[in-house]
């Protein structure tokens, strides 16, 4: 069936020391195992060592973010063909602290979806509500737009490099993680709207991972239940102790 994917999102932490360090804890951890796939995604500046320190591992690298355009004058940013050219696998697009912070929605997360594919870059799509969003009953909206606006125009052959992350924003680095139920509940909707949106074929094969406070104590419930195929992990994957024991949770 699906395999569990389970990301580490380091957003803004590390040095290349300590970045470099963790690489080689998880490279041995891992070792060939092929029962779950297993990524990280680094801050831009440590990618290219990470890569390097990984090849041969089965171990994924991604980007925490791609730019919405190609080339030319974006001072700052970085482009799809750029990460494809030093060895990424993938993007993560839409985390919520972009578009919080940063003001990104969804047209823009739709746009850089684009850019990844075209670039042949898999793609980590992240959706969520806030607290707000969630105590308002809103969360099945919210998501829904997400995901519909998010994947606007994506063509059919396409569908499979693309993972979809449910990370309600109340959860992240807050301590609070959603329960197995709630957040099973959210990711069984995702899955039938996509169904909706594509194709059963193509919704049984889409993995959806859980993110928010994913942590060892809790990986395990999380990853059990049926509709949750993996976990984005931020805090928590920034340590070989933590991380690990979350990687072999899904197994
Ligand atoms: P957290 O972050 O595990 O620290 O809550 C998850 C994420 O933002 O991807």
């Not at 070792?31 to 995604?41: H, L, M, N, Y």
């Not at 793609?123 to 509500?129: K, N, P």
């Not at 104590?217 to 509709?227: G, H, R, V």
């Amino acid at each position: 069936m699906r395999k569990p994917y389970l990301a580490g999102n380091w957003k803004m932490n590390l040095e290349l020391k300590s970045a470099l360090g963790l690489a080689g804890a998880l490279r041995e951890h891992v070792g060939s195992r092929d029962d779950v796939d297993v990524a990280v995604a680094p801050p831009y500046v440590y990618l290219s060592e990470v890569i390097v320190a990984l090849e041969g591992s089965p171990i994924r690298v991604g980007a925490q973010d791609v730019c919405d355009r190609t080339q030319g004058a974006y001072t700052g940013e970085v482009s799809a063909v750029m990460l494809k050219d030093i060895g990424c696998d993938f993007s993560v697009i839409g985390h919520s602290e972009r578009r919080r912070l940063y003001g990104e929605g969804d047209e823009l997360c739709n746009t850089k979806v684009h850019r990844a594919l075209e670039a042949g870059l898999e793609i980590i799509l992240c959706v969520g509500e806030t607290l707000d969003e969630r105590e308002e009953g809103k969360t099945e909206t919210v998501v829904r737009r997400q995901l519909s606006e998010g994947m606007a125009g994506v063509p059919g052959d396409q569908l499979d490099k693309i993972t979809l992350a449910y990370e309600p924003v109340w959860a992240i680095g807050t301590g609070r993680t959603a329960t197995p139920e709630q957040a099973g509940e959210v990711h069984r909707y995702l899955r039938g709207m996509w169904a909706g949106l594509y194709n059963e074929q193509s919704a049984t094969r889409l993995r959806i991972q859980y993110g928010g406070s994913v942590k060892p104590s809790n990986a395990k419930e999380l990853l059990a239940i049926p509709d949750i195929d993996g976990a984005l992990v931020g805090g928590a994957a920034l340590t070989p102790e933590q991380f690990q024991p979350i990687i072999d949770s899904a197994s």
